[in-house]
């Protein structure tokens, strides 16, 4: 047990994880000669073997089986701190003092075998994470001029191209330029067929491709890629332990503490007051340190909770630290951002369409034809000028709009002085008048009080494209002179395809309220909602007050999970008990707030989480029922029974590694 006050190494002890196979290595020779040493000395008193053989032989045996709790005992007393090596050093000294070596020796045996054990236990844990470090190619093959070179990833800037033929991982994130193929995502996002890729596909490194080759426009640095943000989210989470982990780690102190001064009391008070014989009173004693010492107990939640974590990370769903496991198994509300989220976020631009008059009469008409060439298609100047003021924005529908003008071929004039009003709409100057892009709530609120010409016939469509679905905007211009609407644009997103199926999940996991919170109107957001059947849904929502619902949400819930991708779901996520971000398509700002992070953009990933919260809390009651289960138990059968040191030592150290077992049964929960 010289290791299971330490189960959660520190990241600089995992940067060097292959170093731990080495002591792991040494821990189990010990162990062999510890054995070696307890046998030979049992079976030399059995035989009449030279007394200088018995004692020579239990001294291998106390040296190789106390050397690793010896030097964590020493250890901690400079601290100053005792630890459980300490009641197990002198629960052994102390059979040897009263001529019982033999119980001494398989005492320090069986401690330091389960220790080995543990050791073993944690590392399998942490298997799925260090292979992650493996999956990551040290090249990349990079077209120079029609020439492959190879070329260290660190060296490989964003916008180079490199080939992978079939068979290869993938070694940075990007885009497909060329070439068709399947990929093999399994050991990142948790998807179980291989995915098809084509041009303009992303994939992510670490990956395996199939079939074909492909050439890839790199779109991340090595140090910002999937497979590497993984890494290092997982290497915190272990750093980050459960609540119960810290509840035990304030608890083994004072209670080492106790068993030492229980087992003086043992001693002390039958000698002095009822006079019995000293060496079956220190035996009694020595029994009761080993059966009252809380290894069990320690170890049950590190290897639960590590075990969890690694199973998560094989499946795509990433735990950033012990406690949201915990947590997450307690949801009962959970709300959801629509776009990106319950939709695919690809959102497209499906509608166009200057006002009617407003290409062709006084200053606005130059506005649409700034770029030249759009006097006969006053929708493509249209575009054209609502994709100048959206090109600085990183807003969904601003990158839709940007991308189908570039889709048209069209020529984009230059904008100036860009702002942007969170939730509402953005503003800039092109050719020295200021266009407004928003929806009606922006209209409302910034340009409040002032004329605006077409606003009625700018709304009536607005609300006739929110009907059928689709998120609207209006481009408003402004003059010195006056506000005038030049058009509006509508854009259409598509439900994900595991939305549905993900919602009526979460319900059978025991969610008993579902919301959506989004910054849409509301006729957009009640469509989604009704098709797949949402509980309560608030739309036309700033950042602070989806914040405001998470709070309704907990006074009303016992946890309140929420989901989202974007910038503007961060204030909430932050607010929720739990925070889970959408790792393919989300913002870095969302992963970086967001407790769990589901690695790929599947939502039935996400009953999976509240599935293995609930199993690793159920794992940890029965780990706790065992352990403190067996000390009781012994405790009492040593009071009334007075049993002897073997039987409590293997009914402590079999607790121990029964716990460490149980944990590990996690890493092949599969939901």
Not at 98 to 109: S, T, V, Y
Not at 396 to 404: F, G, I, K
Request: with cysteine.
């Amino acid at each position: 047990m010289g290791t299971s006050s330490n189960a959660v190494s520190t990241a600089s002890d995992r940067s060097t994880a292959p170093t731990e196979r080495p002591v792991v290595r040494r821990q189990a020779a010990f162990v062999v000669l510890t054995f070696f040493g307890m046998m030979s000395g049992l079976l030399g008193g059995w035989f009449g073997a030279p007394e200088s053989f018995v004692w020579g032989s239990y001294a291998v045996a106390y040296v190789f089986g106390g050397w690793y709790g010896l030097k964590e005992s020493v250890k901690a007393i400079r601290e100053p701190a005792v630890e459980i090596d300490l009641l197990m050093i002198l629960a052994a000294l102390g059979a040897l003092f009263i001529g019982a070596p033999f119980e001494g020796a398989m005492l320090l045996f069986l401690f330091s075998l389960s220790g080995v054990l543990e050791e073993y236990a944690i590392g399998r844990s942490r298997t799925a994470i260090r292979s992650l470090i493996e999956m990551r190619p040290e090249s990349a093959r990079i077209l120079n001029d029609g020439t492959e070179v190879t070329t260290p990833i660190d060296d490989v800037e964003v916008g180079d191209v490199f080939v992978v033929r079939p068979g290869d991982r993938l070694p940075l994130d990007g885009v497909v330029e060329s070439g068709e193929s399947t990929v093999d995502q399994s050991s990142l996002t948790g998807e179980s067929v291989p995915v098809t890729k084509e041009p303009g596909d992303e994939v992510f490194s670490g990956t395996i491709n199939e079939t074909g080759s492909l050439e890839v426009r790199v779109s991340r640095k090595a140090e910002e890629s999937a497979i590497s943000r993984l890494i290092h989210m997982v290497e915190r989470a272990q750093e980050k332990r459960a609540p119960t982990q810290q509840l035990i780690d304030r608890f083994e102190q004072p209670y080492v503490v106790s068993v030492l001064a229980l087992t003086a009391v043992a001693i002390a008070l039958p000698i002095a007051i009822l006079e019995h014989p000293f060496d079956s009173t220190f035996y009694r004693a020595m029994t009761l340190m080993v059966a009252a010492s809380p290894c069990a107990v320690i170890i049950s939640t590190p290897a639960a909770v590590l075990s969890a974590i690694s199973a998560g990370g094989r499946q795509g769903v990433l735990f950033k630290g012990g406690e949201h496991i915990e947590t997450a198994g307690n949801v009962d509300a959970v709300a959801f951002d629509k776009t990106g989220t319950l939709t695919e976020g690809n959102t497209r631009l499906t509608d166009v369409s200057a006002r009617r008059g407003a290409a062709t009469d006084g200053g606005s008409g130059d506005v649409l034809t700034a770029a030249s060439g759009f006097e006969a298609d006053p929708e493509d100047g249209l575009l054209a000028i609502a994709a100048a003021v959206q090109s600085r924005s990183e807003h969904h529908l601003a990158e839709a709009t940007v991308d189908a003008a570039a889709e048209r071929g069209l020529e984009i004039p230059a904008a100036t002085g860009f702002e942007a009003v969170v939730g509402k709409g953005v503003r800039a100057t092109v050719e020295g008048r200021t266009l407004h892009i928003g929806n009606p709530r922006y209209v409302r609120t910034e340009l409040e009080g002032r004329p605006i010409e077409g606003l009625e016939d700018g709304l009536n469509a607005v609300h006739e494209l929110e009907a059928n679905g689709k998120t609207s905007v209006l481009v408003v211009e402004e003059t010195d002179e006056r506000l005038r609407v030049l058009g509006w644009l509508g854009f259409s997103d598509t439900i994900r395809d595991d939305a549905a199926e993900t919602i009526e999940r979460l319900r059978e996991r025991g969610v008993e309220q579902i919301v959506m919170l989004t910054g849409d109107n509301e006729r957009v957001a009640h469509y989604i909602a009704e098709e797949l059947g949402i509980d309560e849904v608030y739309a036309e929502l700033l950042p602070e007050e989806k914040v405001d619902h998470i709070e309704a949400l907990q006074e009303r819930h016992e946890a309140v999970a929420m989901v989202g991708d974007g910038v503007n779901d961060a204030p909430a996520l932050a607010t929720a008990d739990i925070s889970i971000g959408m790792g393919g398509a989300g913002t870095d700002v969302a992963l970086e707030t967001a407790d769990i992070v589901l690695m790929s953009d599947r939502l039935d990933r996400l009953p999976y989480a509240f599935a293995l919260s609930k199993e690793t809390r159920r794992t940890l009651y029965i780990n706790f029922a065992i352990a403190f289960g067996a000390i009781a138990i012994m405790v009492v059968a040593i009071l009334t029974a007075g049993i002897p040191l073997p039987v409590a030592v293997v009914g402590h150290e079999g607790s121990t590694v029964l716990v460490s077992l149980i944990g590990l049964r996690l890493l092949r929960f599969d939901g």
